[in-house]
C-alpha cells in the first residue's frame, strides 16, 4: 500500500490465494459494522474451478451450499450462488459460479467448495454491499466519500 494509506486498517480480509475487492478505513465503528454478521453486509465473490463441471455438478454445488455445509462445528450456507457457465483460460475450461455471503468464516468460501469435493482455481470478490470493483485494477485504489461508506452500511442487500 502506498506509505500515504498506511493509518488505514482493512475491513475484514482476503486470504493470500484470493483478489479483489477490498476496504480500508480509519473509522472502528465503521469496520465493525461491515464486518458483523448481524448486519448482513453481502460479500459477493466470483469462484472459478479448475476444471468445467456436467450440469448436474453445477446444480449438486448450488443446491448443496444453499442447504449449508459443516464447517468450524457448525452448517454454513451461502446467502445465494448462480451458475455462470464456463470460459476457456491457458487451454482450459474453468466453470464459474458468482457466491454471495454475509458471514466472514476464514476461507469460507474455498472451504465450503472443498467440503464438497472441489478445488477453487481462483476467488475474486467483486462485491461489498452495493460497491462493485468494476474496472479498478489489480493494486490500484479509489477513496470513497462519507456518502458511499454510508450506502454500504443502509444497502447491505444489494
Known amino acids: 500500500m502506498p506509505s500515504k494509506l498506511s ?5 475484514g480480509r482476503l486470504d493470500r490465494d484470493s483478489e479483489g475487492l477490498l476496504l480500508l478505513s480509519n473509522d472502528g465503528e465503521f469496520i465493525n459494522s461491515v464486518l458483523h454478521p448481524k448486519n448482513v453486509i453481502n460479500k459477493t465473490y466470483l469462484v472459478k474451478m479448475n476444471n468445467q463441471l456436467p450440469e448436474n455438478e453445477a446444480s449438486y454445488i448450488q443446491e448443496k451450499l444453499l442447504e449449508g455445509v459443516y464447517l468450524d462445528g457448525r452448517i454454513i450456507k451461502v446467502d445465494s450462488i448462480r451458475y455462470l457457465g464456463h470460459q476457456t ?27 464438497l469435493g472441489f478445488s477453487v482455481a481462483e476467488l475474486l470478490r467483486i462485491k461489498i454491499a452495493n460497491l462493485q470493483i468494476g474496472n ?23
Open 7 to 11: 493509518h488505514l486498517k482493512p475491513v
Open 89 to 115: 483460460r491457458k487451454n482450459r475450461k474453468q466453470s464459474i459460479f458468482e457466491a454471495v455471503i454475509h458471514e466472514g468464516v476464514n476461507r469460507q468460501v474455498r472451504r465450503m467448495f472443498q467440503v
Open 136 to 158: 479498478l485494477g489489480k493494486g490500484k485504489f479509489k477513496e470513497l466519500g462519507r456518502i458511499e461508506a454510508y450506502e454500504i452500511l443502509h444497502n447491505k442487500r444489494n
